[in-house]
């Protein structure tokens, strides 16, 4: 009688077998490994947000750790999302919470002393930074010290204990510290003493916090460190800060920042602010006249419409030109000059951009060829010089554009079909008409998705912008903006991030980022539609 399957013995596994398990593979402790390292770097973020009370950030990274570890652990209907969730992880972060946040600081006053978020904060820093030395109060020896990359402040007291403090960290005594004579500390457990020579002028602005006394704080003198006290004081119930030695009283308004007695909006503020919600006023501020960019966003939005729209001209025409010529079989050596005319392209359009900038300088090569001229070509602060900013940074992109364009048309003349152009001739159709009539409306139909990308990547091209003339010639010695800005360079400017403004001010640069992805959006659709409407004439 045979036996059943299900009365059949089973054979025990070998010790080989057990070890290539599912529960012991070499993939298994590699994946284990791999998600102790992202659970431990997940809680490392988990505790500097809740540090820090951010927790938005905390509840994101739990969130992405629970998912994590059940996708990974589990083996119920995961095996998708095992592929899919680290790139879906990484969409969020850097692409869906980035656009979010540009979003939501656009209709903030965010920015240079105005990056706090309330009036007790902005208070308290104030606090710390007016400050001086009491009149007949401590003096301390004094040494600087460092842990890691960060600086700090250490004293000696007459009992010979160490402390040591900085802005973020209030003084605080360190046991085993060495004093010599005179009250000079020698070592300290944990820091690294910094000579005077390395830290500089940095060391006259070493200062740190007693305790939780508003406005108390160690700060350096000379070779000593003096018990110091600021100069403000902060009244929590009232929400004002009074200077005490000039008596102005500064009340917090709703507008995130604190303003002085008997002062219009316009008035004296106090440098100091916080964060607040402003709705639509970046985007207003942006189109009057009389803001700080209002008055060139007009100027500078025809510039960057006129240079995206040239730049794709030039090289358009430019390059389909050549391709027409090289697509013309008794041209002989078409293969070498096809290739030579590639070479630009090659070439990293910064590095291109950096060797024209030097070629253009008062004693480049351009000068040089036109018998010593002395011309400058980029940044001449005249009306005649801001246009000839503007021709020589075209003619640059010409020349950095063209092979592309080139290169297109080559592709495109060459997939047209023949039968086309047989019948145009048989039809006794000139080249003119040919061109006119055939080759050049199919042409278009095939470039046109191109050129309406090539229009929106000029649109914001940053980089020859930067590159070539960073924005100038300046219109002015005070003046935020330069003859060759264009829009996404002025945001550039206006964020603070090149040190191009006086005051970076990250809600207008948020808010004019906002109107460029409208501007460029709404012109491809726009484009995109035309080609329609011409691929059904055609």
Known sequence: MAVSEQTKPVRPASSGEAWNSKTFTVGFAVKLLLMCLVNAFGLYIVYAAYANQSWWVLAGMVVILLALDYTYFTNRYTLPAKYMLPGVIFLLVFQVFAVFFNGYIAFTNYGDGHRLSSPQEAAAFALLQDTKCVPGGAYYPMAAVRQGSEIFIAISKPDASVWVGNEANAMAAVPGAQVGAGGKITSVPGYEIVPPAEIGQKLQGLKAPI???????????????????????????????????????????????????????????????????????NFTSAFFSDSEYGQYFVSVTLWTFAFAFLSVFLTFVFGTFLAIVLNDERVKGRKLYRTLLLLPYAFPSFLGALVWRNMLNVDGFINQILGGAGIDWLQTQTESGYWLARGSLLLVQLWLGFPYMFLISTGALQSLPGELKEAAVVDGASPARMW??????????????????????????????????????????????GATDILISMVYRISGVGGGAARADLGLAAALSIIIFIIVAVIAVLGFRQTRKLEEMV
């Not at 009283?249 to 440098?271: I, N, Q, S, W």
């Not at 009539?437 to 998705?449: D, E, K, M, R, W």
């Not at 914001?460 to 590159?467: E, H, Q």
């Open 436 to 481: 006119l009539n055939v080759t050049g409306p199919l042409l278009l139909i095939s470039t046109a998705p191109v050129l309406v990308a090539s229009f929106a990547f000029n649109f914001n091209n940053f980089t020859l912008i930067y590159m070539l003339t960073k924005g100038g010639p300046s219109f002015g010695a005070t003046e935020p903006v």
């Open 211 to 281: 305790g939780d006394e508003p406005g108390r704080v160690i700060q350096a003198a000379g070779v000593m460190a003096c018990d110091a006290a600021s100069t403000l004081k902060w009244d929590p119930a009232a929400q004002t800060i009074t200077d005490t030695t000039t008596a102005t009283v500064y009340h917090a308004t709703d507008k995130g920042f604190f303003l002085a007695d008997g002062e219009t909006a316009g008035g004296h503020r106090f440098r100091t602010g916080w964060q607040v919600w402003v709705g639509l006023d």
